[in-house]
């Protein structure tokens, strides 16, 4: 059983700077792949951002490319997320998830965070 707990989540303006963190624990965590995913109101989940277990290789969502940077800590068990530039498009409930094969294919996951809410005001 893998836990994940996301942090890290706020209100922002447009054009501002959030970071999200989550804090992977469990057996055997540290093999999984970790990856964010968003859903905003109304709509279904979208992925944003995913990271390997140990390769480090990532994989972005089109919408965040660029914006967007994963990034992992193993020594402190936690996966980072820093969003840069946001814009309303990107107000959501962020979750953090847990997956053997990198994707951000928001299907088939193995473990899944709560979530925290990021909103962008314009």
């Known amino acids: 059983q893998v836990q994940l707990v996301e942090s890290g989540g706020g209100l922002v303006q447009t054009g501002g700077s959030l970071g999200l963190s989550c804090v992977v624990s469990g057996s055997g965590s540290e093999y999984y792949a970790i990856g964010w995913f968003r859903q905003a109101p109304g709509k279904g989940h979208e992925g944003v951002a995913c990271?390997?277990?140990?390769?480090?290789?990532?994989i972005y969502g089109v919408s965040v490319r660029g914006r967007f940077n994963i990034s992992r800590d193993n020594a402190k068990n936690t996966v980072n997320q820093q969003m840069d530039n946001l814009t309303p498009e990107d107000k959501a409930v962020y979750s953090c998830a847990a997956t053997m094969f990198p994707t951000i294919l928001a299907s088939g996951l193995d473990y899944w965070g709560k979530g925290t809410r990021v909103t962008v005001s314009s």
């Open positions: 990271i390997d277990s140990s390769s480090g290789r990532t």
